[in-house]
């Protein structure tokens, strides 16, 4: 029997929620955002405000989405009482760090309006407009036609690098970002540089053709 004294771990929490009455789970979705509301909203302001904004979401949603999906997903959520309080906690707030980026880039994937960004056409054919191109200049229609010769692989990883490359001036993808693409396409990290080497080139080759 447990102690009434004694806090409840989250994993208790997510199993409250999942097989619990509703004022029990309504009781663990409070103390799970009492927990970790400060920390995830945190994390999403400071490391990833601007992408939030590329990808049409405000800090406030992509807080309420992530608990709203690991609420949905609770079941999955696995247990480990051997480990101590406060690993358990870093452990609960890695398992929404994920869901949130989870969120950020399936929004980026909604976004129909990545392929025709500026920005992707900067990186991919050196010389074309600025970045405050008008979206009627043909350099981005012929840039929509060329992307729309490439694989769906193909241009979700070129659309995502480029969003990350507006938004944080990196040449490099972050790692967890890294690992969801691979996944989502059942690949390897490593894979995923040669496929955006590939389609760069076969985006250059199809700019080239339409001009």
């Known amino acids: 029997m447990q102690d ?3 806090e409840s771990s989250d994993a208790e929490l997510f199993a409250t ?6 004022d029990d789970v309504r009781g663990a979705q409070r103390e799970l955002y009492r927990r970790h509301l400060r920390y995830l909203y945190g994390v999403v302001h400071r490391r990833r405000h601007k992408l939030v904004h590329l990808a049409g979401l405000s800090v406030d949603d992509v807080v309420q989405d992530t608990f709203q999906r690991a609420f949905d997903r609770a079941a999955s959520f696995r247990a480990e009482p051997e480990l101590e309080p406060d ?5 609960t707030r890695a398992w929404l760090g994920r869901i949130a980026q989870n969120l950020l880039v399936d929004a980026f994937r909604r976004n129909k309006e990545v392929s ?3 920005y992707l056409e900067r990186l991919t054919a050196p010389g074309g407009p600025d970045d405050d191109a008008p979206r009627s200049d043909p350099q981005l229609a012929i840039l929509r036609d060329a992307m729309a010769t490439l694989t769906d692989r193909e241009q979700d990883v070129l659309r995502v690098t480029a969003l990350y490359q507006k938004a944080e001036g990196a040449n490099r993808l972050p790692n967890d970002v ?3 693409l691979a996944q989502r396409w ?8 040669a496929i955006r080497s590939r389609a760069m080139r076969k985006l250059r080759k199809a700019m080239e053709a339409r001009r």
């Open 17 to 22: 929620i999942v097989g619990g009455s509703v």
């Open 4 to 6: 009434p004294e004694r």
């Open 178 to 180: 890294s690992a969801e």
């Open 186 to 193: 059942n690949t390897t990290n490593d894979n995923l540089r």
């Open 87 to 91: 690993r358990q906690r870093r452990r």
């Open 116 to 118: 025709a960004t500026p």
